[in-house]
Structures are given as structure tokens and as C-alpha cells.
């Protein structure tokens, strides 16, 4: 009688929409095989030839396709994302290579590519990206989720994020649906850019921080709101917080510009951690 029960109250509050049991383990397959398309690092076999690469080429598209099947019926653009996966490499290239030359604990690009979790992070990010563009629904936050549990980084599909991007350690990183990044942009661990109020009627406005050009974040500072913009070529200190704009060429600490950076580069220290 309490098997019944439990299962007539388990099926009754059911959510419609029952997704085929396939969508995990097919978003996880397609996300391995794009990342080892752009990377023969993250190949799960040798990948280093035409065939191979051409085989990859084909089954990233036979899976885009079941998926967009099983959740977005009308999508029909799996070559358009494809034919993005060039301007991908070049643009996470530039990421691995701002990772290697912000950190001097690094030593080969390879060892960028192969071990950071800040570049695992902003692959994914910039693979879901694409898609979130491209209007595919629930995949961009599904690839992005598991970046998160696999790296604490959790980055929102729908944040824009310039190139030269550097996440270094990386653990407790989080970047809202909202979010400006611009070009040449440093975090460390434990940066929120997040959102000053939330609420559900404030969906579709701006509700994350615009980080301009050039900035370094230091770890767990947290910077909210959706006017709030950090001027150009700044730098925020660790354990920040911060809800109004700064700046350009500004060193800011708890909520304030604390003083001007002359140039770029100023007299100021530039932490290492």
C-alpha cells in the first residue's frame, strides 16, 4: 500500500515534459568530442589525423543533432555552430596563452591546456557560448554545470567574455548570466561578479558588473549590480566588495576607488599568488 502511495504522488506531480534518459550522457559525449575537435589534448584516442579528425567532425554533428531532438525540436543549426569551431580554437589559443604568461608557475602551453582549470572552465564557457547564441536551449547551461562540479568555476552561458581571458586557480569563480568582460581580463579564485538584487521580474535587464579592459581581479572580491562598471586597466584588491563603478587606471579596495593609478602599471603592486 505505501509503494501505491508513494508512487501515485511521485507520478502525479511528474513535471510534463519527461526528457529522454540519453540528454546527460549525450551532452557530456558531445562536449568531450567538441573539446577534443579544438584540442587533440583532450582526445580520448589518438586524434592527430585527418581521419580522426574528420570521424570527430561527424559524430560532434550526429550528437548536436540528437540533441537538439531531444530538446529543441526547431533548431536546426548544427553546421552553423560547427563552422565556428575555427574562430573557438583561435579565440581559447589566446586564453591559454594569456594563462601561461600571467602565471610564472607555468610552463608549456600544453601544461596550460592539459591541467588548468581555469582553461578547462573558459573552453567549456566559450563552447556553450556559442550555442546560447545560436539559441540552443538548456545545453549551454548543461555543458557550463559541468565544467562547474568538475572546477568550482561557474560560468553562465549568456555572460560575454573578451579574449586574453585568464581564470588562474580558479576555485569558487563566478560570472553571471549578464556579465561584461572586456579583452585581457585577470580573476582569481574566489571572484563573484554578481547580481545586487535578485529577482525573477529582473530577468531580461542587465543585472551583472561590466569589467572593462586590461582589469586584475584579486581573489574573493566580490563586485555587483548592473551598472556597475570597473574602469579599464584597474585593479581590484582581494576581499573587495564593491557596488559602484570605478575608474579607469584605479586600485580599488571595499567599495571605493582608494586611489588613482597614474599609467598603466602605476606605482602599484601587481600581487602574485
Not at 560560468?155 to 579574449?163: D, L, S, T, V, Y
Amino acid at each position: 500500500m505505501l509503494k501505491e502511495t508513494v508512487l501515485a504522488h511521485l507520478m502525479a506531480n511528474r513535471h510534463e515534459a519527461c526528457f529522454p534518459p540519453e540528454v546527460r550522457p549525450r551532452s557530456l559525449a558531445f562536449l568531450q568530442i567538441c573539446l577534443a575537435l579544438l584540442f587533440p589534448h583532450f582526445a580520448e584516442s589518438e586524434s592527430c589525423t585527418p581521419e580522426s579528425l574528420s570521424s570527430g567532425y561527424d559524430r560532434s554533428e550526429d550528437l548536436l543533432r540528437l540533441l537538439a531532438h531531444d530538446l529543441a525540436p526547431e533548431w536546426k543549426l548544427e553546421g552553423t555552430f560547427l563552422g565556428e569551431l575555427p574562430r573557438l580554437q583561435t579565440a581559447l589559443m589566446l586564453d591559454a596563452r594569456a594563462m601561461f604568461d600571467g602565471d610564472p608557475a607555468a610552463t608549456s602551453l600544453d601544461e596550460v591546456i592539459l591541467s588548468y582549470p581555469g582553461f578547462f572552465a573558459v573552453a567549456v564557457y566559450r563552447i556553450a557560448h556559442e550555442l546560447h547564441r545560436l539559441s540552443f536551449p538548456i545545453l549551454p547551461r548543461m555543458l557550463t554545470e559541468i565544467a562547474h562540479r568538475e572546477t568550482g568555476i561557474d560560468i553562465h552561458p549568456g555572460a560575454e567574455i573578451g579574449r586574453e581571458f585568464c581564470i588562474d586557480h580558479g576555485t569558487g569563480v563566478v560570472i553571471g548570466e549578464t556579465a561584461h568582460i572586456g579583452n585581457q581580463v585577470r580573476l582569481y579564485q574566489g571572484v563573484t561578479l554578481g547580481a545586487l538584487v535578485i529577482e525573477k521580474s529582473l530577468a531580461q535587464s542587465k543585472r551583472h558588473p561590466t569589467v572593462e579592459d586590461r582589469v586584475v581581479i584579486y581573489a574573493n572580491a566580490t563586485i555587483l549590480g548592473g551598472e556597475t562598471v570597473i574602469g579599464h586597466d584597474s585593479i581590484v584588491a582581494a576581499n573587495a566588495w564593491i557596488t559602484e563603478s570605478v575608474p579607469a587606471f584605479s586600485f580599488s579596495g571595499r567599495n571605493a576607488a582608494q586611489r588613482p593609478r597614474k599609467e598603466p602599471g602605476g606605482d602599484l603592486p601587481d600581487y602574485m599568488i
